[in-house]
């Protein structure tokens, strides 16, 4: 079975976000750009199914600007075997990335779709399930765990929702987005990061996959939070509860 796995180009979680003087995005030159950690953990998922035998390849895919290559290596680094890039010099929305996404399926034909189940930059979390709508899959978001089933050909996935865990059996082939308790993903090791220099990285366009690149919205502003005011220390409990009810109008 091949296992593909789809991997973004962020903003490293640890940089401090700066809004663009135009208020039209956050700023994006000279920052740390690293792997969306959610797709991290989908491609460490998708290397520890591959080791315990259940899978013979896994193929990371990204979509993005020329720059997106380094993560991709990244992602070669950790352990994947190849790589594809479909360059678009344009943002993509999730819809787009979704069709992309069922194009490349199509050539590649695997038996697992794997994703995190949101980036860190737009928070979206809307592709992993328009590409399993898009191909008619089965779907697991959020799992904290997944088992795969050799002889029945299925995945069973637990997720965490509201009131507890909720276990899913699909069948394969099928789509899993990831959460954070999944797993932990691997750091690459130098020579695993020399060897991911020589591994091929497959290149296409979105003209190439008959994929039209159009928005369906438009980001009006990009503003920052409103600092958050300076504490106060008070000197009694009815000071307190005299703010919570006049100031904060909380109770």
């Known amino acids: 079975m091949k296992i593909m796995v789809a991997v973004k180009r962020v903003v490293d ?35 520890k199914i591959k080791e315990s035998g259940f899978a013979k390849e896994v193929v990371a895919v990204s979509m993005g600007p020329s ?23 344009r943002d993509l929305v999730p819809l787009t990335v979704a069709k992309l996404l ?35 899959w089965p779907q697991g978001t959020f799992a904290s765990k997944v088992v795969l089933d050799k002889e029945k050909h299925t995945a069973s996935v637990d997720r965490e929702v509201d009131g507890g865990l909720e276990t899913l059996c699909l069948d394969l082939p099928a789509v899993i987005t990831t959460d954070l308790r999944l797993n932990q993903p691997r750091y690459a090791t130098l020579p695993n990061i020399m060897k991911a220099k020589s591994k091929p990285i497959k290149k296409y366009t979105p003209e190439e996959l008959n994929v039209e690149i159009k928005s369906d919205f438009e980001v009006v502003q990009v503003t920052e939070p409103p600092k958050r005011k300076a504490g106060v220390i008070l000197s009694s409990v009815d000071e307190l509860i005299d703010k919570l009810k006049n100031e904060a109008h909380v109770i």
């Open 102 to 136: 069922k194009k490349l399926v199509e050539v590649e034909n695997p038996g697992l779709l794997i994703l995190g189940k949101q980036a860190i930059d737009d928070d979206c979390n809307q592709t992993g399930q328009m590409i399993a709508g898009l191909l008619g």
């Open 13 to 47: 979680y640890a940089v401090k976000i700066r809004v663009r003087p135009d208020k039209n995005g956050v700023e994006t030159q000279n920052v740390k750009m690293s792997m969306n950690p959610f797709c991290e953990i989908a491609l460490e998922e998708a290397l």
């Open 67 to 89: 720059n997106c290559v380094d993560t991709l290596r990244t992602g070669l680094a950790m352990g994947a075997d190849r790589a594809i890039h479909v360059e678009a010099s």
